[in-house]
């Protein structure tokens, strides 16, 4: 059974960091791009980047988001991650992983995690 399935949120101090992270299961990312999403209460899902099959990253809808948030993954653990520093209130949401149809970062995500809850409070 095809799968992700993403951890790592929880509540976190602003000015903090975190890493996120997401597991596939039933197919190979050498072959599939995943893209990392963002929903917070009331907003739409925003998109924050996509790693290919081959690694290349791509920010999406967050430009602001380069250097404060970074994609990675690891092909043979089937992991893949999202590290969030300088943590403010604002980035609070649920935080989705997604696959696309293919290796590219571009087209149609067609598979979604449950997402993890990501809390940025004093």
């Known amino acids: 059974q095809e799968q992700l399935v993403e951890s790592g949120g929880g509540l976190v101090q602003p000015g903090g960091s975190l890493r996120l992270s997401c597991v596939a299961s039933?197919?190979?990312?050498?072959?599939?791009?995943i893209g990392w999403f963002r929903q917070a209460p009331g907003k739409e899902r925003e998109g924050i980047l996509c790693?290919?099959?081959?690694?290349?990253?791509?920010?999406g809808d967050l430009e602001y988001a380069k250097g404060r948030f970074t994609g990675s993954k690891d092909n043979a653990k089937s992991m893949v991650y999202l590290q969030i520093d300088s943590l403010n209130p604002e980035d609070t949401a649920v935080y989705y992983c997604?696959?696309?149809?293919?290796?590219?970062?571009?087209?149609?995500?067609?598979?979604w995690g449950q997402g993890t809850q990501v809390t940025v409070s004093s």
């Open positions: 039933g197919f190979s990312l050498d072959y599939y791009a």
């Open positions: 790693i290919s099959g081959s690694g290349s990253q791509v920010y």
């Open positions: 997604a696959r696309r149809h293919g290796a590219g970062c571009s087209g149609a995500y067609e598979r």
